[in-house]
């Protein structure tokens, strides 16, 4: 399985700079981006054959992520769970969108290896435990 993690710095202007040809060469199984800078159907780019999880911001133009994904997740959900870092107008260190999906990455009949991948963006580092 290859998977890119990738910092856009906002999809929309990347889109018109080649993006969609990079997207393509790469050929990963699942993409990470991350500073998307955008709200859902604001960029012509739907990828055939994935599946699209996005997280924007409340505030337009900032933060973002999104998951294209050929892996059907097992699960997927945005946030931490912790409804206080979850919006831009409430002071907090952990100011971010994340979005994480929970995949089996090498499926037997008795057992799966699941896997998170996930897409970070905020003034935070932040990582799947």
Known sequence: ?????????????CLKKGFEDTFNQMDADVFCIQETKMQPGQADFAPEGYTEY???????GYSGTLIYTRVKPLNAWNGIGVEAHSHEAVPSHWN??????????????KTSWPALTTACSGRTTCAPT
């Open 1 to 13: 399985m290859k998977l890119i993690s990738w910092n856009v710095n906002g999809l929309r202007a």
């Open 54 to 60: 996005i997280n924007s911001a409340e505030k337009k």
């Open 96 to 109: 971010l969108r994340i979005t994480t999906s929970s995949m089996s990455m090498y499926p037997t009949p």
